[in-house]
């Protein structure tokens, strides 16, 4: 049976009306009479209202999928850390950062332009993308402009894409924003898949022929990647930059081996670490003053010398290898990478070439420093570990003050040319290479072997400049002051009285026997080189320098030594570190002083030492109180219990006088009266001793014991441990952990090695850089 239009017709209209009659709640029959023509203008007026196909219903639905404009993402710079085998990158703080986009942005491309950050440690070659250290050797590093992240299943943080990728991800993150299509898949040359499903998930799928050959499942081989574009969609920490502001200036020198901690890092980490740890400790200890802009930073720049001792130059390396033995292969490398350094310094050609290596790569350093900001005119200081400080404590104990020391350049800058210099040497030949590189004498002292090298100059001639410039550098006066100490050693009458108060006998066959070290002497054979600079302070971390000292014979200091051109001086260590002695003893002997307790950055101490001293004192006192009481009692006891008493007052001794005239003097009849009273009064005063025994003589202790301690604090406050440091204490022990004191064996190692992450030891720097500054000291809330 076919149905025409019309009755299709009908049939849909009837349709449609029995749905409208639902929608008013008004059911009807199929056969039912049309309504009035006001009665379907309301009707079309609902429809139109409910209807899903309506026009307003459209406009509505329109309104809310409206995607979001496309906005520009927002680059964030970073920089490639290659460490062993593993890689990783990060950013920028946001002020460098900012420059750098800012000369990307603006900036013409083909021209290279280099911008100075972190600190200006580093500079950064924006149209080669590459970051170069400034202050120490080391490898340039990647730079990238970044706009799109990925991780992984396996990765802890988001990597950057290569900057190709990323401007191609967003060109198609641009298209399905716009045209707002979106689960669009997206091929890349390299094999990579990427499939933009939102704005807010989007992966990316490994090519099948990179994946592991063992995998056999598709969900794996297909494993994606997650992609978020921009650096604020990333959990990242980024920090906000460095003052340009520089208060003080420090130079950290390592002791024995390449590694400076148990995570066997270089010199150049573990003091970023510690200048990371003084940036946060002036945040917190020194807030407000940041925020008036009384406070700045601390540059603290490394100092290695270990390279140069083990490097090409000596070739001790190769001399050792020669003769070590095959076995136990480790071990012994540790040994002559490490161990031997202390041998190397006792040996007068070695130790040379150390004190030389530190005093010019310190000079060096300074010079540079000076060079990148010449507004900079605060104090400089001096930090050394392990064998590092006791490098220092000769470098200072020889250096000249500024009376003995001649003004001006040097003697050889003002009397001899670059040219004159080459000739004597027979190396004119290479005079035309420094003329083209603008060298002068000035700027030559500043060069290192790696910088004669890379100008083409073979190693035998590199060597003559290098040892010529170092001889010449020091000071005529400076040389005939160390030649004058090696030859009137033999004659100690025609040293001058500030040099015989210090003079060291030299005996070959017999035993040292003196009372004070000629601490200006050092190793006799030796030519100290000057600082160009007078530090402020010199820190000593983990030092060893008061067993070497010992060990060259040394019975005392003299009270009144002071080193030549530095007033302060810190030793600093771990109660646990096996290399660390005193000095304060060597000092004042004849008082047993305990070293200072550096504080808790934190402000407090340690809660298992508090215990600890809670403890101690509680046993004390309770051994005096216990030992006095008893001593009362028995004295109590073996004489008339009143005399247990304490003594009574003027007043009170009259009336007795007075009631005991009045008794004896009393009728015979009441004796016995009297004599009852009188025992029940001495048995009423036996049951109170206690009471009196508490309240006089425990309490007597307690105070007396207090008193005792106050006193004794207040002496140790007062004595004065020489002029080493101005008067002040020079021993400072750091708080052990309490995991540490559980055994004392098991951290020895770790404690001679904790100063670089140590915020205690930092702090300590700190307060005693800006007391000296005139900066207020902040204890922050707990």
């Known amino acids: 049976m076919s149905s025409s239009p019309n009755e299709e017709g009908g049939l849909s209209q009837a349709a449609s009306n029995e749905n409208n009659q639902d929608l008013l709640g008004k059911p009807t029959q199929s056969g039912a009479k049309a309504n009035t023509p006001e ?12 209807s899903p196909t309506s026009t307003s219903s459209y406009e509505m639905v329109d309104e809310e999928s409206v995607p979001d404009p496309y906005k520009d993402v927002q680059p964030h710079w970073f ?18 950062s900012d420059k750098l986009e800012n000369t990307y942005t603006t900036g013409n491309p083909d021209e290279e332009v280099v911008i100075a950050v972190d600190g200006e440690r580093y500079d950064v070659h924006v149209k080669e993308r590459k970051r170069y250290a400034v202050y120490w050797e080391q490898g340039p590093t990647e730079v990238r402009r970044c706009t799109w992240f990925y991780k992984g299943d396996k990765d802890t943080r988001f990597m950057p894409y290569p900057e190709d990728f990323s401007k191609m991800l967003e060109e198609a993150f641009k298209d399905a924003v716009t045209s707002d299509q979106w689960k669009k898949k997206i091929d890349f040359p390299t094999g990579e898949t990427v499939i933009l499903h939102n704005p807010k998930l989007i ?7 990179l994946q592991d050959d063992w995998i056999s499942s598709p969900s794996e081989q297909t494993r994606p990647r997650t992609v978020k574009r921009g650096v604020d969609s990333i959990s990242i920490d980024i920090p906000d930059g460095e003052p340009d502001q520089v208060d003080h200036l420090v130079f950290m020198v390592h002791g024995i ?19 990371s740890a003084s940036l946060s400790l002036l945040a917190s200890h020194y807030k407000r003053a940041q925020q008036d802009g009384l406070v700045g930073r601390v540059e603290f720049l490394p100092v290695n010398w270990h390279s140069a001792l083990h ?17 136990i292969s480790r071990l012994r490398h540790f040994t002559n990478d490490t161990l031997l350094d202390l041998f190397f310094y006792n040996s007068p050609t070695y130790c040379q070439t150390i004190v030389d290596t530190v005093a010019s790569e310190i000079n060096r350093l300074y010079a540079l420093f000076k060079q990148r900001h010449p507004d900079f005119n605060r104090a400089v200081s001096l930090v050394g570990h392990s064998l590092g400080s006791l490098i220092l404590f ?12 001649p003004s001006g350049n ?5 009397s001899n040319t670059l040219e004159q210099i080459l000739t004597k040497l027979d190396l004119k030949q290479y005079l035309d290479i420094f003329e083209s590189e603008n060298l002068d004498l000035e700027s030559l002292s500043l060069c290192k072997d790696s910088d004669l090298k890379d100008l083409g100059i073979p190693l035998g001639p590199r060597k003559k400049i290098l040892n010529c410039i170092k001889r010449r550098w020091l000071p005529e006066d400076c040389k005939a002051a160390a030649t004058l100490q090696i030859h009137n050693a033999e004659d100690p009458g025609e040293l001058s009285p500030e040099q015989s108060r210090f003079y060291r006998a030299q005996s070959v066959t017999s035993a040292v026997d003196y009372e004070y070290f000629n ?10 080189p000057q600082l160009a600079f007078q530090p402020q302070a010199f820190f000593a971390f983990g030092s060893p320098i008061g067993m070497f000292l010992t060990v060259r014979g040394l019975k005392r200091i003299d009270p009144n030594y002071t080193f030549p051109t530095c007033k302060s001086f810190y030793n600093i260590y771990h109660p646990y570190d096996p290399v660390a002695y005193r000095i304060e003893p060597m000092i004042v002997s004849e008082v047993d002083l305990e070293p200072m307790l550096i504080p808790h950055h934190k402000g407090r101490k340690r809660m298992h030492l508090e215990l600890k001293d809670s403890l101690t004192r509680m046993s004390m006192d309770l051994k005096n109180n216990v030992l006095g009481s008893l001593r009362t009692a028995w004295q109590s006891f073996a004489r008339i219990p009143v005399a247990a008493l304490p003594p009574v007052e003027e007043g009170e001794a009259s009336a007795d006088a007075n009631s005991q005239e009045a008794q004896a003097s009393a009728a015979g009849s009441n004796a016995d009266a009297n004599k009852g009273d009188k025992n029940a009064d001495i048995w009423s005063k036996i049951l109170e001793w206690p009471w009196a025994i508490h309240t006089h003589y425990l309490k007597g202790v307690c105070v007396e014991a207090e008193s005792s301690m106050n006193t004794e604090q207040t002496e140790e406050s007062e004595i004065k441990v020489g002029m080493l440091n101005g008067g002040r204490r020079i021993d400072y022990v750091l708080q052990e952990k309490p995991i540490e004191s559980f055994n004392e064996y098991l951290f020895a190692i770790q404690s001679h090695l904790c100063y670089w992450e140590s915020e205690d030891t930092a702090l300590l720097l700190l307060k005693d850089i800006y007391d000296k500054l005139g900066v207020a000291f902040e204890q922050p809330q707990q």
């Open 39 to 50: 009665e379907q203008v309301k009707l079309s007026r609902l429809l139109d209202e409910a």
């Open 79 to 96: 920089f490639c850390r290659r460490a062993d085998d593993s890689t990783s990158w990060l950013p920028f703080s946001r002020e460098d």
């Open 203 to 209: 992966m990316q799928y490994q090519p099948i022929g």
């Open 257 to 275: 081996g390449p590694a400076c901690d148990l995570r066997f890092r270089s010199i150049i980490q573990c003091v970023n670490d510690f200048r």
């Open 311 to 327: 490097g090409d130059a000596t070739g001790v390396d190769e001399d050792i290898q020669r003769i070590t033995l095959p076995s």
């Open 394 to 405: 000769d470098l200072l104990t020889n250096q000249k003050t500024e009376s003995e020391v």
């Open 410 to 414: 040097p003697s050889f800058l003002s």
């Open 519 to 528: 601490v200006g002497i050092g190793q006799v054979s030796i030519d100290y």
